[in-house]
Structures are given as structure tokens and as C-alpha cells.
């Protein structure tokens, strides 16, 4: 469908699911994507499309437990091009290794380097080919701020990485691969030992980058 419009630089204006071919597009003519919400304008020769709003990240999930128990998110975007999992976590029990889970997986697909601070030294810890993310040692006494950020890639074909930060702890940082195929759908964060303790926190945040 055009739409003719008074204006010296745009003939027409088409709103459709398929881009006009031989409708009448003329050099300065509009095309508006209805499928994919894109804007796109007529060269003369092709459809360019008009400048992407700038990418933003956008709140995917947040929340807190009401009793002790895992933190789970599902129904993760696949267009999610970046990850961003901030927490306040607290153990409910004795202090216990906090670990992150993607897809439900429990394969041998994750690779992770962690270090972290004893008081007196930094240790480093290797995994290949385990079956979960090591993330920090949770503490049961005082709650822990941790940030994730998670590279989902625009293929599927690519590892996904991911780094993790503990400011409220002495030291710990963690960077690890997902070796799948897959997209991220699914986020579980559990204990070694133990739950999470009630009134734990997330917020999980997503930026879908323009191509």
C-alpha cells in the first residue's frame, strides 16, 4: 500500500511486510517494515534503512526469593546480545560455593578460571570440562554482591563467555566459557551446599545490539 504525500523529497510512503518492488518507489520514497519495526528509505536503487535507535539495556527479570531456594530465570530472549546478572546473595546455612547454570545443562561444557583472596594470598582455581560455573564462595553471615557479564553471541555457532565480579568480597573474579551451540534461555544460580537464603536479590539485564 502508498500513500501519496505533499512533500518536494519523499514521493511516497509504504507500510508493508515485504519491501516495495516496482510500486511505484521512487528515490526519497519511505518504506516502514511492519514485520521487524524498521525504517528503511528508497536510494533509487535499493532500501537502506534509517539509523537504529541507539541500544539500550533493557530489564529482563528481577526479583528476590521469598523462602531459601535457587534463583532461576527463564524465557530468555534469544536476541539478547549481552548479559548483565546482578545479585545479593546470602547462604542459608554454612558458607558454600556459589555456582551458575545455563539451559539446565549439566554436561562437561564449562571452562572457568577463578581467583580469590584468602586474607593472606591469591589462589587460582582451573575447571575444564565441568559441569557448572564456580562463581564465589557464598557467605552465610554477610549478604555478597556479585555482577555477571555474560557475551551471548548473535550465533549459535559461538562459546558464550562470561565474567564475574565480587566487589563486597575481598577478591574474586571468575571468567569462564559455555562450550555449546546453544543460546542462553535459561539462568539457574544454586549452592554447592545448601540454599540461598530468603530476601536474596537479582536483576537481570539485556542489550539487543543492532546489526
Known sequence: ???????????????????????????????????NTKLYTYTGASWEKVADEPDTWEVIDEGYLTSDGDITI??????????????????????ALCRL??????GANYDHNRWYGTGTSIIEAVDIGDNILDLFEADSVRATVVDVLIDNPSTASKSIKCFCACPSHEFNMMGGIYATNTKINKIVVNLASGSLLATSAWKLIGMKVNN
Open 1 to 35: 500500500m502508498s500513500v501519496s504525500i505533499s512533500s518536494g523529497s519523499i514521493k511516497y510512503v509504504f507500510t508493508q511486510a515485504v519491501a516495495p518492488s516496482s510500486e511505484g518507489e521512487v528515490e526519497g520514497s519511505l518504506w516502514y517494515d511492519t514485520v
Open 74 to 95: 527463564t524465557n530468555i530472549d534469544s536476541e539478547y546480545r549481552f548479559l548483565r546478572l546482578v545479585m545479593t546473595v546470602r547462604a542459608n546455612g554454612s558458607d
Open 101 to 106: 547454570v545455563f539451559n539446565d545443562d549439566s
